[in-house]
């Protein structure tokens, strides 16, 4: 597993924690962390790792979360750490192919259990 700050600016992280705690989840329903995927998704390479075509001007390469960064935080809990680890990342074109890697909630709830939170209470 990559880790992301390894100690820069004096961050804690999450000691690989894949939940979130209570107090944690609570402060994220009010403004969502900072995502460091391309920190983390390894060396950009030449090929999209969806449709396998090179990245273009308008439609560059980015790193991808299989699990939605957004969705982990709020619905599921997870760390912001484990959401941007490589496991979770692919590169792909920003337009089309981003959306195309994302995990269904089947795919989500078969990889870290089902649903148990939302901001709303
Ligand atoms: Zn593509």
């Not at 939940?19 to 609570?26: C, G, I, K, P, R």
């Not at 590169?91 to 989500?108: D, G, L, P, T, Y």
Request: net charge positive.
């Amino acid at each position: 597993m990559t880790k992301i700050n390894d100690g820069r600016d004096g961050w804690r992280g999450f000691e690989g924690r894949k939940f979130l705690t209570d107090a944690e989840h609570t402060v994220y329903c009010r403004r969502l962390p900072v995502r460091y995927a391309a920190k983390s998704a390894g060396p950009k390479p030449e090929a999209c790792g969806v449709c396998g075509g090179p990245a273009t001007p308008g439609n560059p390469l980015q790193a991808a979360h299989r699990i939605p960064f957004n969705t982990g935080i709020i619905q599921y809990r997870l760390t912001p750490d484990w959401l941007d680890r490589s496991e979770n990342l692919v590169w792909a074109h920003r337009q089309v192919c981003n959306k195309n890697v994302e995990f269904s909630v089947e795919q989500i709830e078969a990889t870290v259990g089902a649903r148990d939170s939302s901001c709303v209470s």
